[in-house]
């Protein structure tokens, strides 16, 4: 990690609040009491920004500097807001297309997600607050740069997104081991959004209901899955291989 991603110390930190820098999250040492704490964590509450109690130890393990217990974590790109780039999107004549990413944490899955939708023309990228891998320096190089050229809108909850785009009239695909139909049987010409979930756990239930069409990847191997980051490729391309077929507008 680099001194560019973060800011230490209880002041600076309020003082990048202010200034509306692209805060990822803060985080605060347990034991951290005072009026100053209390004025940082209100402040990040009325600017919407993350915190999280945290050890010290783990503040020390990014720095040893002065830090006071708080340690922000810059966001290497500005996050967009779903309800604005939607309608941008429809205006702008785009056949839309969008990759929710339901509790990737693994920034090399994150980085190769991202580099594959830019390469594919995807529109957007869709991550929660919450249980997400973040937007840093880290990514931004595992993702070749991608991550500078498509925008990322982070959420409260990806159910919430889906029921979004829904509602906007994307057909939302959650791809998952638990789906009946293969991908190859889905239909991805429309507004179309795909979700991929957790390495570990999959595309979390909340989120899996509310999704609109469940397809699978066959798997015919002893191991029982792909890779995120691979299953995220082959799902991106079917999308553009059934656009391409239709003679349909990639970008």
């Not at 945290?54 to 503040?59: D, S, T």
């Not at 941008?88 to 190769?112: K, Q, S, W």
């Not at 209901?209 to 391309?237: D, H, Q, R």
Request: charged share 20%.
């Amino acid at each position: 990690m680099e001194k560019s991603d973060y800011i230490y110390g209880i002041r600076a930190v309020m003082e990048a609040i202010e200034a509306g820098k692209d805060i990822d999250k803060i985080f605060i040492a347990k034991d951290l009491q005072g009026d100053l704490a209390s004025q940082l964590i209100g402040l990040a509450r009325k600017m919407h920004v993350i915190t999280q109690r945290v050890p010290v130890e783990r503040i020390n393990r990014i720095t040893r500097k002065n830090h006071q217990g708080v340690l922000a974590m810059m966001s290497a790109v500005t996050y967009h807001r779903l309800d604005h780039l939607v309608p941008e999107l429809y205006e702008a004549g785009i056949l839309p297309f969008i990759v929710i990413l339901d509790g990737i944490t693994d920034v090399r899955n994150f980085g190769a997600i991202a580099r594959t939708c830019e390469c594919a023309g995807a529109d957007a990228i869709i991550i929660p607050e919450h249980g997400s891998v973040s937007v840093g320096g880290d990514a931004v190089k595992t993702s070749a740069g991608a991550l500078l050229h498509i925008p990322v809108c982070r959420v409260g909850s990806t159910a919430w997104a889906v029921r979004f785009l829904k509602d906007n009239g994307y057909n939302v695909v959650a791809v998952s081991e638990k789906a009946d139909m293969s991908y190859v049987e889905g239909e991805y010409t429309g507004p179309v959004a795909l979700v991929m979930g957790a390495e570990d756990t999959g595309i979390s239930e909340n989120t899996l209901s509310e999704c609109t069409t469940k397809v699978g990847i066959p798997m015919f191997g002893n191991i029982g899955s792909l890779n995120v980051s691979v299953a995220a490729g082959v799902m991106i391309y079917e999308v553009v291989r059934q656009r391409l077929n239709a003679n349909l507008e990639i970008i």
